[in-house]
């Protein structure tokens, strides 16, 4: 069974910094490379958003302005995803949830999320 696992998350203070990661078990390296993963994120209130993918082939794209502050990668051989967040506002309060939507069949694979919360 494919399961996704997030971690990383917490409290921090804005300016700070969270690298949350997002596991995939369950898969072998090269059908990890078969999805695209990206992060999501829901604040509370409002509708999950997706910001972030990278592609097997590494190719990353952004929603908006996030790429400026967030950075995503992935290491196939650890069918893991990262997401790099810096200099962190308030407003970036929210579940973050790791997605891996598979680029042949569309099917998809969802974490549980993680709470990150930039609060002085």
């Known amino acids: 069974q494919v399961q996704i696992a997030e971690s990383g998350g917490g409290l921090v203070q804005p300016g700070g910094s969270l690298r949350l990661s997002c596991v995939v078990s369950g898969l072998n390296f090269i059908n990890f490379r078969n999805y695209v993963m990206g992060w999501y994120r829901q604040a509370p209130g409002k509708q999950r958003e997706l910001f972030a993918t990278?592609?097997?082939?590494?190719?990353?794209r952004y929603a908006g302005a996030f790429e400026a502050r967030f950075s995503i990668s992935r290491d196939d051989s650890k069918t893991t995803v990262f997401l790099q967040m810096d200099r962190l506002k308030p407003e970036d309060t929210a579940v973050y949830y790791c997605n891996g939507k598979h680029r042949y069949d569309d099917s998809q694979l969802w974490g549980q999320g993680t709470q990150v919360t930039v609060s002085s």
């Open positions: 990278v592609t097997g082939g590494g190719r990353t």
